[in-house]
T-cell receptor
Framework: SQQGEEDPQALSIQEGENATMNCSYKTSINNLQWYRQNSGRGLVHLILIRSNEREKHSGRLRVTLDTSKKSSSLLITASRAADTASYFCASQETSGSRLTFGEGTQLTVNP | EAQVTQNPRYLITVTGKKLTVTCSQNMNHEYMSWYRQDPGLGLRQIYYSMNVEVTDKGDVPEGYKVSRKEKRNFPLILESPSPNQTSLYFC??????????FGNGTRLTVT
Protein backbone atom coordinates (compact mmCIF):
# COMPACT_ATOMS: atom_id res chain seq x y z
CA SER A 1 0.00 0.00 0.00
CA GLN A 2 1.11 3.58 -0.63
CA GLN A 3 2.38 4.85 2.67
CA GLY A 4 3.43 8.37 1.87
CA GLU A 5 1.00 11.22 2.05
CA GLU A 6 1.81 14.74 1.03
CA ASP A 7 0.12 18.04 1.52
CA PRO A 8 -0.85 20.24 0.01
CA GLN A 9 -1.74 18.43 -3.21
CA ALA A 10 -1.26 21.69 -5.07
CA LEU A 11 0.46 24.96 -4.18
CA SER A 12 0.53 28.19 -6.16
CA ILE A 13 2.84 31.03 -5.12
CA GLN A 14 4.53 34.12 -6.53
CA GLU A 15 8.14 34.23 -7.52
CA GLY A 16 10.33 35.11 -4.56
CA GLU A 17 8.04 33.54 -1.98
CA ASN A 18 8.89 30.41 -0.02
CA ALA A 19 7.16 27.10 -0.67
CA THR A 20 6.64 24.47 2.01
CA MET A 21 5.52 20.91 1.31
CA ASN A 22 4.82 18.28 3.93
CA CYS A 23 5.06 14.51 3.88
CA SER A 24 3.96 11.81 6.30
CA TYR A 25 4.89 8.14 6.34
CA LYS A 26 3.82 5.10 8.32
CA THR A 27 6.67 2.69 8.96
CA SER A 28 10.17 2.92 10.39
CA ILE A 29 12.55 4.31 7.84
CA ASN A 30 16.20 4.22 6.93
CA ASN A 31 15.99 7.55 5.13
CA LEU A 32 13.55 9.90 3.43
CA GLN A 33 14.14 11.34 0.00
CA TRP A 34 12.66 14.18 -2.01
CA TYR A 35 12.33 14.14 -5.77
CA ARG A 36 11.21 16.59 -8.41
CA GLN A 37 9.34 15.77 -11.60
CA ASN A 38 8.82 18.03 -14.54
CA SER A 39 5.64 17.21 -16.43
CA GLY A 40 5.71 13.63 -17.71
CA ARG A 41 9.45 13.22 -17.25
CA GLY A 42 11.49 11.00 -14.97
CA LEU A 43 11.94 11.99 -11.35
CA VAL A 44 15.13 13.68 -10.30
CA HIS A 45 16.57 13.26 -6.83
CA LEU A 46 16.86 16.46 -4.79
CA ILE A 47 17.93 15.58 -1.27
CA LEU A 48 18.16 12.63 1.12
CA ILE A 49 17.87 12.87 4.89
CA ARG A 50 18.78 9.92 7.08
CA SER A 51 16.70 8.78 10.03
CA ASN A 52 19.29 10.08 12.51
CA GLU A 53 19.29 13.57 10.96
CA ARG A 54 16.81 16.32 11.78
CA GLU A 55 17.59 18.94 9.19
CA LYS A 56 19.50 19.19 5.96
CA HIS A 57 20.22 21.99 3.50
CA SER A 58 21.11 22.02 -0.17
CA GLY A 59 21.18 25.39 -1.88
CA ARG A 60 17.67 26.86 -1.61
CA LEU A 61 16.28 23.60 -0.27
CA ARG A 62 15.79 22.83 3.40
CA VAL A 63 14.46 19.48 4.57
CA THR A 64 13.41 18.55 8.08
CA LEU A 65 12.61 15.14 9.49
CA ASP A 66 10.65 14.34 12.64
CA THR A 67 10.76 10.59 13.17
CA SER A 68 8.55 10.82 16.28
CA LYS A 69 5.77 12.26 14.13
CA LYS A 70 6.78 10.29 11.03
CA SER A 71 6.81 13.46 8.99
CA SER A 72 9.10 15.54 6.82
CA SER A 73 8.92 18.92 5.18
CA LEU A 74 10.60 20.45 2.15
CA LEU A 75 11.12 24.19 2.06
CA ILE A 76 12.12 25.95 -1.14
CA THR A 77 13.23 29.49 -0.43
CA ALA A 78 13.10 32.45 -2.83
CA SER A 79 11.19 30.42 -5.39
CA ARG A 80 11.62 30.89 -9.13
CA ALA A 81 9.31 30.14 -12.06
CA ALA A 82 11.70 27.32 -12.98
CA ASP A 83 10.82 25.59 -9.68
CA THR A 84 7.38 24.82 -11.11
CA ALA A 85 7.12 21.02 -10.97
CA SER A 86 5.72 18.16 -8.93
CA TYR A 87 7.57 17.24 -5.76
CA PHE A 88 7.50 13.79 -4.22
CA CYS A 89 8.72 12.42 -0.95
CA ALA A 90 9.85 8.80 -0.75
CA SER A 91 10.49 6.80 2.38
CA GLN A 92 12.98 3.95 2.47
CA GLU A 93 11.91 1.27 4.90
CA THR A 94 14.36 -0.18 7.40
CA SER A 95 13.08 -3.68 6.63
CA GLY A 96 14.51 -3.63 3.13
CA SER A 97 15.36 -1.46 0.19
CA ARG A 98 11.83 -0.62 -0.85
CA LEU A 99 11.25 3.04 -1.54
CA THR A 100 7.63 4.14 -1.24
CA PHE A 101 6.48 7.39 -2.80
CA GLY A 102 3.88 9.88 -1.72
CA GLU A 103 1.28 11.23 -4.13
CA GLY A 104 3.16 14.44 -4.70
CA THR A 105 2.63 18.19 -4.48
CA GLN A 106 2.16 20.18 -7.66
CA LEU A 107 3.98 23.48 -7.20
CA THR A 108 3.30 26.40 -9.49
CA VAL A 109 5.49 29.48 -9.19
CA ASN A 110 4.00 32.46 -10.96
CA PRO A 111 6.40 35.02 -12.45
CA GLU B 1 26.97 9.27 -19.54
CA ALA B 2 25.42 7.59 -16.51
CA GLN B 3 21.82 6.85 -17.27
CA VAL B 4 18.80 4.59 -17.11
CA THR B 5 17.42 3.84 -20.55
CA GLN B 6 13.87 2.71 -21.11
CA ASN B 7 12.37 1.65 -24.40
CA PRO B 8 10.05 2.37 -25.99
CA ARG B 9 9.02 5.89 -24.91
CA TYR B 10 5.52 5.44 -26.28
CA LEU B 11 3.60 2.24 -26.94
CA ILE B 12 0.05 1.65 -28.09
CA THR B 13 -1.13 -1.93 -28.09
CA VAL B 14 -4.27 -4.04 -27.93
CA THR B 15 -5.65 -6.14 -25.11
CA GLY B 16 -3.94 -9.49 -24.77
CA LYS B 17 -0.90 -8.85 -26.96
CA LYS B 18 2.24 -9.62 -24.96
CA LEU B 19 4.75 -6.81 -24.65
CA THR B 20 8.07 -6.07 -23.01
CA VAL B 21 9.39 -2.72 -21.85
CA THR B 22 13.15 -2.79 -21.59
CA CYS B 23 15.26 -1.05 -18.95
CA SER B 24 19.01 -0.84 -18.86
CA GLN B 25 21.42 1.02 -16.57
CA ASN B 26 25.14 1.60 -16.99
CA MET B 27 26.02 2.52 -13.39
CA ASN B 28 26.56 -0.99 -11.99
CA HIS B 29 23.63 -0.49 -9.62
CA GLU B 30 22.45 -3.43 -7.56
CA TYR B 31 18.91 -2.16 -7.04
CA MET B 32 16.37 -1.74 -9.85
CA SER B 33 12.67 -1.07 -9.71
CA TRP B 34 9.58 -0.49 -11.83
CA TYR B 35 6.88 2.05 -10.99
CA ARG B 36 3.67 3.07 -12.62
CA GLN B 37 2.32 6.58 -12.31
CA ASP B 38 -1.36 7.35 -12.54
CA PRO B 39 -3.18 10.66 -11.91
CA GLY B 40 -4.09 11.05 -8.25
CA LEU B 41 -2.24 7.90 -7.24
CA GLY B 42 1.37 8.97 -7.37
CA LEU B 43 4.03 6.39 -8.10
CA ARG B 44 3.25 2.81 -7.19
CA GLN B 45 5.92 0.16 -7.16
CA ILE B 46 5.33 -2.87 -9.38
CA TYR B 47 8.42 -5.01 -8.82
CA TYR B 48 11.92 -4.45 -7.55
CA SER B 49 15.21 -6.30 -7.60
CA MET B 50 17.99 -6.04 -5.06
CA ASN B 51 20.49 -7.90 -7.24
CA VAL B 52 20.87 -10.41 -10.05
CA GLU B 53 18.31 -13.23 -9.88
CA VAL B 54 16.57 -11.57 -6.90
CA THR B 55 13.16 -10.02 -7.55
CA ASP B 56 10.31 -9.09 -5.23
CA LYS B 57 6.75 -7.87 -5.61
CA GLY B 58 5.95 -4.25 -4.96
CA ASP B 59 2.54 -2.81 -4.25
CA VAL B 60 0.86 -3.57 -7.59
CA PRO B 61 2.49 -6.66 -9.18
CA GLU B 62 -0.63 -8.26 -10.65
CA GLY B 63 -0.44 -8.61 -14.43
CA TYR B 64 3.29 -7.99 -14.60
CA LYS B 65 6.46 -10.07 -14.69
CA VAL B 66 10.10 -9.12 -14.42
CA SER B 67 13.46 -10.82 -14.69
CA ARG B 68 16.97 -9.90 -13.59
CA LYS B 69 19.34 -12.21 -15.43
CA GLU B 70 22.02 -9.56 -15.75
CA LYS B 71 22.86 -6.68 -13.45
CA ARG B 72 22.26 -3.97 -16.04
CA ASN B 73 18.87 -5.11 -17.40
CA PHE B 74 15.46 -5.32 -15.76
CA PRO B 75 12.70 -5.82 -18.34
CA LEU B 76 9.02 -5.45 -17.50
CA ILE B 77 6.77 -8.00 -19.17
CA LEU B 78 3.03 -7.77 -19.64
CA GLU B 79 1.91 -11.23 -20.72
CA SER B 80 -1.68 -10.22 -21.47
CA PRO B 81 -2.11 -6.46 -21.23
CA SER B 82 -5.46 -5.01 -20.24
CA PRO B 83 -6.80 -1.44 -20.48
CA ASN B 84 -6.29 -0.87 -16.73
CA GLN B 85 -2.56 -1.17 -17.38
CA THR B 86 -2.64 2.00 -19.43
CA SER B 87 -0.22 4.17 -17.52
CA LEU B 88 3.13 5.96 -17.42
CA TYR B 89 5.86 3.52 -16.42
CA PHE B 90 9.24 4.36 -14.91
CA CYS B 91 12.28 2.23 -14.37
CA UNK B 92 14.80 3.30 -11.75
CA UNK B 93 18.07 2.06 -10.33
CA UNK B 94 20.41 2.82 -7.45
CA UNK B 95 23.15 1.56 -5.24
CA UNK B 96 21.72 -0.05 -2.11
CA UNK B 97 20.04 2.52 0.19
CA UNK B 98 20.95 5.38 -2.16
CA UNK B 99 18.87 7.78 -4.26
CA UNK B 100 17.19 6.45 -7.37
CA UNK B 101 18.09 7.33 -10.92
CA PHE B 102 15.02 7.31 -13.14
CA GLY B 103 14.52 6.60 -16.80
CA ASN B 104 12.49 8.97 -18.95
CA GLY B 105 9.37 6.88 -18.80
CA THR B 106 7.25 4.74 -21.11
CA ARG B 107 3.73 5.86 -21.84
CA LEU B 108 1.66 2.74 -22.50
CA THR B 109 -1.84 2.72 -23.91
CA VAL B 110 -3.79 -0.55 -24.04
CA THR B 111 -6.96 -0.45 -26.13
Amino acid sequence: SQQGEEDPQALSIQEGENATMNCSYKTSINNLQWYRQNSGRGLVHLILIRSNEREKHSGRLRVTLDTSKKSSSLLITASRAADTASYFCASQETSGSRLTFGEGTQLTVNP
Amino acid sequence: EAQVTQNPRYLITVTGKKLTVTCSQNMNHEYMSWYRQDPGLGLRQIYYSMNVEVTDKGDVPEGYKVSRKEKRNFPLILESPSPNQTSLYFCASSLTNSPLHFGNGTRLTVT
